[in-house]
């Protein structure tokens, strides 16, 4: 049995002008990095909670989440290197804020991608 592969022309003219998005275009890469931090459900949960306090000990997570510290201290970090949140060491703890700023940021350009 041997297989055809079906080669199809593109249109000599587009139905409709395109225009494509350089990969550094707009923040793209930036607002990539944010959205890939948010996608998972655990760091959502996580700024979910941190936004509903002033600040929060990194120490007040773990027990809640039922998650091992290590994986709370990987969550927190994809987090603020997405700029999503802001942390800040006192003593032995580390105490955690969303930066506001950031995340309305990150509605405006995905509200400017779809309209």
């Known amino acids: 049995m041997t297989s055809e592969i079906e080669v199809i022309e593109a249109p000599a003219k587009l139905c409709c002008p395109v225009k494509v998005i350089a990969p550094d275009d707009e923040g793209i890469g ?3 990095a944010v959205f890939k ?3 998972d459900e655990t760091r959502l949960r996580i700024l979910k909670t941190v936004s509903h306090m002033t600040t929060l ?3 007040n997570l773990v027990p ?3 998650l091992s ?3 709370i201290s990987y969550h927190l970090k994809v987090l603020r290197e997405a700029g999503l949140i802001t942390s800040e060491r006192k003593g032995q703890w580390v105490y955690h804020r969303v930066n506001e700023k950031a995340v309305l940021a990150a509605v405006r350009r995905l509200s400017e991608i779809v309209g």
Do not use: K
């Open 30 to 32: 930036e607002t990539a």
């Open 37 to 39: 931090a948010l996608s």
């Open 57 to 59: 000990c990194e120490c």
């Open 64 to 66: 809640e989440f039922g």
């Open 69 to 71: 510290q290590p994986t």
